[in-house]
């Protein structure tokens, strides 16, 4: 059974860091792009950072390119979101995904993506 897990989700003030961690397990993903969507309360889901298998390339959305790095340890089957200088903006359920999206410019699209994580909360106070 293939899962994900996301951890490190909480409450922070803005101008503060939060780390979020994945952990896949019942299949390796190493030849899969793995990557982060957040969804806000009322809001349509969107993509924040994706980490390919081609050449490990990655992207970010431009509302978090410069504060967010996402990472990926391939032989432990992990991703990671390092999330600093974080805005009540980037309130949102964070989920975990792999699969073989489409990317284009600096976004890779959700559709493409077979498997997800249940998503962890972080919250930004002002």
Known sequence: QVQLVES??????????????????GRTFSSYAMGWFRQAPGKEREFVAADTWIGSRTYYADSVKGRFTISRDRSKNTLALQMNSLKPEDTAVYYCAAGSPRCSGNVCYAEGMDYWGKGTLVTVSS
Not at 12 to 23: E, F, W
């Open 8 to 25: 490190g989700g909480g409450l922070v003030q803005a101008g503060g860091s939060l780390r979020l961690s994945c952990a896949a397990s």
